[in-house]
T-cell receptor, first 115, second 116 residues
Framework: GQQLNQSPQSMFIQEGEDVSMNCTSS?????WLWYKQDPGEGPVLLIA?????ELTSNGRLTAQFGITRKDSFLNISASIPSDVGIYFC???????????????FGKGTHLIIQP | DTEVTQTPKHLVMGMTNKKSLKCEQH?????MYWYKQKAKKPPELMFV???????INESVPSRFSPECPNSSLLNLHLHALQPEDSALYLC???????????????FGPGTRLTVL
């Protein structure tokens, strides 16, 4: 089945630092999505990317859809305590699990902010 | 109303019980989904409904039975579950029918299920 390699698995950073995480795939995706999940809650959609090369921002978050359509990164600038959580990338495309509609998720990046 | 709601928030059931999970959205979304998520793992797709019809079943055991009574509601009926079925069950919806491109999914808060 499809696999997304998401890294890093976890990050320990100081408040105010910038954060960068990425996902790579062996297959092409039509859409890349980035979600944040807090403990015991559902994933919240942060950014959706639809076009190769697209760079999109949402406040302090910036994400890019790789030009090869096989990768994406998410940057968080000037981290704050509420950024703590697990960040998942998800790809959507013809070969995702569950057909064209299914999302293939990365394993997540656990962000921990030290005061 | 721009959210997906799920009830109950928590559920504890025995292996002989029958229970149901409920999901609701009033955004006019055309597709709805059930995912299962184990601790520290990503969500795994279980079922997809498009226009109230089951379009995808990811080889889920028959002890899980989905139902879509109308375009806003999605249920998951549970019967004779096993302890390993304990997980966070997430519902999601997307604006376009199943199979459409650029069809981002919006998740509910989940139901934490414990099977004793």
């Amino acid at each position: 089945g499809q696999q997304l390699n998401q890294s890093p698995q976890s990050m320990f950073i100081q408040e105010g630092e910038d954060v960068s995480m990425n996902c790579t795939s062996s297959s092409i995706f039509n859409t890349w999505l980035w979600y944040k999940q807090d403990p015991g809650e559902g994933p919240v959609l942060l950014i959706a990317l639809y076009k190769a090369g697209e760079l999109t921002s949402n406040g302090r978050l910036t994400a890019q859809f790789g030009i090869t359509r096989k990768d994406s990164f998410l940057n968080i600038s000037a981290s704050i305590p509420s950024d703590v959580g697990i960040y998942f990338c998800a790809g959507q495309g013809m070969y995702s699990g569950g057909g064209a509609d299914g999302l293939t998720f990365g394993k997540g990046t656990h962000l921990i902010i030290q005061p | 109303d721009t959210e997906v709601t799920q009830t109950p928030k928590h559920l504890v059931m025995g292996m002989t019980n029958k229970k149901s999970l409920k999901c609701e959205q009033h955004m006019g979304h055309r597709a709805m989904y059930w995912y299962k998520q184990k601790a520290k793992k990503p969500p795994e797709l279980m079922f997809v409904y498009s226009y109230e019809k089951l379009s995808i079943n990811e080889s889920v055991p028959s002890r899980f039975s989905p139902e879509c009574p109308n375009s806003s509601l999605l249920n998951l009926h549970l019967h004779a579950l096993q302890p390993e079925d304990s997980a966070l069950y997430l519902c999601a919806s997307s604006p376009l029918p199943s199979g459409s491109l650029y069809n981002e999914q919006f998740f509910g808060p989940g139901t934490r299920l414990t099977v004793l």
